[in-house]
């Protein structure tokens, strides 16, 4: 690839027909030449790796005229405070969705899903002395009336937790500038992976 000086364009073209008919190979010829024929060679940067959720790319381009060397690079540039808190809130209730969906209960984990929890009801609600009821690993587990009551409450309480937490998260993040929503991202994600 080669800038065209004139044009301030990229050329794509290894070969330049000059105006006389003489044929050129462009990545034959030194500094020097190519910018008698107007062309100078391109320097570009790898691109970085990035989180589009997070950052925008942003590509930079300069003509160093000393060396005939056109330059691009790339930097990131975080979101707009917006965009990030938009992502975060939907993170963190994704984040929310999939803890609250076991709960320990007598040395058994139970799904803590809404539809668990309306089964529990229908089973206070059928009067029922003892339900077998299924862990989350496929266990039967036989539970008394009031050991299902005592599982709703726990789930309700549960989720009314999280719930309460998780907004008060989200209150705290609109309070926090771009690169301290990214920094609280990559913590509380790699904490996750712990």
């Known amino acids: 690839m080669f800038y065209k000086l004139k044009d301030k364009s990229l050329s794509y073209d ?19 030449e190519l910018r008698k024929l107007g062309f100078a060679k391109v320097h570009e940067d790898e691109q970085p790796q ?3 959720n997070l950052y925008e790319l942003a590509k930079n381009e300069s003509y160093d005229e000393q060396n005939n060397v056109f330059k691009i690079s790339y930097s990131l540039k975080p979101l707009e405070k ?7 809130k939907e993170y963190l209730n994704t984040q929310k969705m999939l803890e609250k969906l076991s709960l320990n209960f007598k040395g058994k984990d139970f799904q803590n899903t809404e539809t668990s929890r309306n089964l529990i009801t229908s089973f206070i609600n059928a009067g029922a002395s003892e339900v077998e009821f299924l862990s989350k690993d496929n266990e039967k587990v036989l539970l008394s009336q009031d050991e299902l009551k005592e599982l709703l409450a726990l789930c309700l ?9 998780f ?5 705290k993040l609109e309070q926090k500038t771009e690169q301290e929503l990214i920094e609280f991202y990559e913590f509380y994600t790699h904490a996750k992976e712990l």
């Open 14 to 32: 290894d070969t330049f027909i000059d105006e006389l008919g003489n044929t050129w190979f462009l990545n034959a010829l030194d500094d020097e």
């Open 50 to 52: 990035y989180d589009p």
């Open 82 to 88: 917006e965009k990030l808190l938009a992502f975060m």
């Open 157 to 165: 309480k549960q989720n009314e937790e999280q719930v309460f937490e």
């Open 167 to 171: 907004r008060i998260l989200k209150d």
